[in-house]
């Protein structure tokens, strides 16, 4: 039995890969792009304590491998779906990358201050 996207209207099918999430592609490309701009907001003044990048750094990496699933998957999708998914994939990446830049701002701050604080 094929199930259908989880959001009220959709009645697109639920690839295998998406099961778990109950999304469409479409949908799930929308979610996940949707939390990349919420991580970035928050993560935007500065990065965040090491648990909580851990955790942003493990979401990162399993929207990834959902989204390779999907585009690697049985279903064929349409190329305007098919751009989507790479352009999700560009906003994963992205978000990596300014979370590593806002480390790297942080790290020598704190180096600063701990070379001012000993002296």
């Known amino acids: 039995m ?3 996207c989880r959001i009220a209207g959709c ?5 295998a890969e998406l099961t778990q999430e ?3 592609p479409l949908h799930f490309t929308v979610s996940v792009e949707q939390k990349c701009a919420d991580l970035r907001r ?3 003044g500065g990065a965040p304590d090491e648990g909580r990048r851990e955790e942003i750094v ?3 990496g399993q929207a990834g491998k959902t989204l390779a699933g999907v585009a690697t998957g049985n279903q064929r999708l349409p190329d305007e779906l098919k751009a989507r998914i790479l352009n999700t994939f560009l906003t994963l990446m992205n978000l990596r990358e300014n979370m ?3 480390a790297a701002r942080q790290k020598p701050l704190a180096d600063a201050a701990n070379r001012s604080a000993k002296a």
């Open 100 to 102: 590593e830049r806002a």
């Open 22 to 24: 109950n999304f469409c």
């Open 42 to 44: 928050e993560t935007v």
């Open 58 to 60: 493990r979401y990162l």
């Open 11 to 15: 009645k697109a099918v639920v690839p």
């Open 2 to 4: 094929e199930l259908a």
